[in-house]
Structures are given as C-alpha cells and as structure tokens.
C-alpha cells in the first residue's frame, strides 16, 4: 500500500510540460529563411543529372560552317555595295542554299532570293535610291 501511495504521489508531483508544435518550412520559396536557398540550390544541381545538349562544349557548328557563314556574309554586303558603282547595275551570288540575283533600274533595286531545296523565290524591291 505504501508504494502505492508513493507511486500516486510521485504522478501528482509531476506536471506534464508540452508547447505547441510549430512547423517552420525550409524552403524560400514556401516561406522559408531566405538564406536556404544557395543550398537547396546546390543540392539540387547536385542531384540533376539532365545534360543540356545546347549548352556548353560545342556550339552545334563547326568552325569551317562558321568560315562559310561569314564569308557569305561578306560576299552579299560586297554584291550590294557594288551596285551602281563602275557602271555595273547588276550581280549574282549562288551559294549550296540560296541563289541571288541584284538589280538596279532607274533607281530602284530589285533583288531576287531564291531557295535552292524548295524553290521559293522571296522578292525585295526598294524604290527612291539616288546613285552617287
């Protein structure tokens, strides 16, 4: 019996201390502290494992693709330029992708641009040009 009343004394005497639960979120986005967000950044790069193909190591062309590019960059603004310069009122540039055709007439040029796979043809007429 006397244990008994110990062991009842002892419940009593002791008050059962519990707060309230309180649910902080990690993430930034969520509310969270914003300072999180460097790691759960890291942590998840870390875990991708998806590899761009368009980003990084090569660009996709190759530099004799690039050489070709610009030099029919500089082939086109050379064919325009020489328009109406040393009597010549006319020019072509034919390339494995297009073909294009420049001419001057009375002030106006008309140049011609055609698709070489499909056959389009894409017309551009400017009117009003004084020759120097």
């Given amino acids: ?10 419940t009593v005497s002791m008050t059962a201390s519990a707060s309230e639960l309180i649910y902080r979120p990690v993430n930034p986005s969520f509310g969270g502290n914003p300072l999180n967000s460097s790691h759960l950044l890291g942590t ?3 875990q991708n494992d998806y590899k ?7 660009s996709g062309t190759s530099a004799l693709d690039r050489l ?6 500089r082939l086109v603004s050379q064919l325009l330029a020489d328009i109406g310069k040393d009597g010549s009122q006319t020019g072509s540039l034919v390339t494995d992708e297009f073909a294009i055709n420049v001419v001057d007439e ?7 641009i055609t698709d070489r796979a499909t056959n389009e043809t894409t017309m551009i007429e400017v009117n009003g040009l004084i020759a120097d």
């Fill in 68 to 73: 070709t590019s610009s030099l029919q960059s």
């Fill in 44 to 46: 998840a790069n870390a």
């Fill in 52 to 58: 761009d193909p368009s980003a990084g190591g090569s």
């Fill in 106 to 112: 009375d002030g106006t040029l008309a140049i011609s």
């Fill in 1 to 10: 019996m006397r244990s008994l009343l110990l062991l009842l004394a002892l």
